[in-house]
């Protein structure tokens, strides 16, 4: 089994920046992919990013050119965010993907003020 924790949500003003870091556990060697979803209120939650144990990354359209995911290693994953707007307010979710399952944290919450 896998477990995640993430961590680095907080408050920051518009035009900020947040590091996201997400730690995984246990059976490390089942990862693949990994990735960063988030939730707004009242939204479903949604793709930001995602990285294959490869290197290969993915961004939705809404955070290309200042989010920047990274995966130093096998059980590590940062979500680098910049020029943070009120619209990124969310809780942030990371996942890792097995060959039988997704595993999701517990989420982080990050705010961005106006």
């Known amino acids: 089994q896998v477990q995640l924790v993430e961590s680095g949500g907080g408050l920051v003003q518009a035009g900020g920046s947040l590091r996201l870091s997400c730690a995984a556990s246990?059976?490390?060697?089942?990862?693949?992919?990994m990735g960063w979803y988030r939730q707004a209120p009242g939204k479903q939650r949604e793709l930001v990013a995602d990285?294959?144990?490869?290197?290969?990354t993915n961004y939705a359209d809404s955070v290309k050119g200042r989010f920047t995911i990274a995966r130093p290693n096998a059980k590590t994953v940062y979500l680098q965010m910049n020029s943070l707007k009120p619209e990124d307010t969310a809780v942030y979710y990371c996942?890792?993907?097995?060959?039988?399952?997704?595993?999701w944290g517990q989420g982080t919450l990050v705010t961005v003020s106006s």
């Open positions: 246990g059976s490390i060697f089942s990862i693949n992919a």
């Open positions: 996942k890792a993907e097995t060959s039988d399952l997704g595993v």
């Open positions: 990285i294959t144990s490869g290197g290969s």
